[in-house]
């Protein structure tokens, strides 16, 4: 997600202006948190605001989950190595 936004030369903030929700929403876009979950009215707003198809912002958001999802698993094995 966030590669999406910065080759839109988007920062959180203005994309966040211009979807009118808060940057704390994009923020956990970028780093997979969450998935943008859109209104049918907002969604085809933040495709032309990305200038992507809807698979490439699928596939984007499905790629930002998994480094998330990634991250949380290696911190949870540092977490349990010595007890």
């Given at each position: 997600m966030?590669?999406?936004r910065q080759d839109a030369g988007l920062s959180q903030s203005?994309?966040?202006r211009a979807l009118d929700i808060a940057e704390s929403?994009?923020?956990?876009w970028d780093q997979g948190r969450s998935i943008p979950t859109l209104s049918a009215l907002e969604y085809p707003h933040l495709l032309k605001l990305l200038?992507?198809?809807?698979?490439?912002?699928?596939?984007?958001a499905a790629q930002s989950k998994i480094l998330f999802e990634q991250k949380q698993a290696a911190k949870g094995k540092k977490g349990s190595g010595s007890s």
């Open positions: 966030k590669t999406l203005e994309l966040a929403t994009v923020r956990n200038n992507c198809s809807p698979e490439e912002l699928a596939n984007a």
